[in-house]
């Protein structure tokens, strides 16, 4: 079945760097688009960052450019998210959306908490 695990998460002080990664396996990675999203206490969730197939072009939020990095090994089925100059409002739980390709619906990862704090 298809699976999406996150891993990396944890506390980090502002400034600090994370990397997230992203395992997926059941489904075809290459052919499907990968988003990392983010929600944090009381907020909607909301769209970070995604790669596409094959290309693996880059979009990201604002809120984000410049700072975190997505990106994919296809020959691993992993996804990664550098984040680098973190502040405190990138505190979140951050999930891991599969679409595309041979998926009929979107698939999510159980999440990693990412808490940036002093």
């Known amino acids: 079945q298809v699976q999406l695990v996150e891993s990396g998460g944890g506390l980090v002080q502002p400034g600090g760097s994370l990397r997230l990664s992203c395992a997926a396996s059941?489904?075809?990675?290459?052919?499907?688009?990968i988003i990392w999203c983010r929600q944090a206490p009381g907020k909607v969730r909301e769209l970070v960052a995604l790669i596409t197939p094959v290309s693996g072009l880059a979009n990201y939020a604002n809120s984000v450019k410049g700072r975190f990095t997505i990106s994919r090994d296809n020959a691993k089925n992993t996804v990664y998210l550098q984040m680098n100059s973190l502040k405190p409002e990138d505190t979140a739980v951050y999930y891991c959306q599969a679409r595309g390709g041979d998926l009929r619906i979107d698939y999510w990862g159980q999440g990693t908490q990412v808490t940036v704090s002093s």
């Open positions: 059941g489904f075809t990675f290459v052919s499907a688009v």
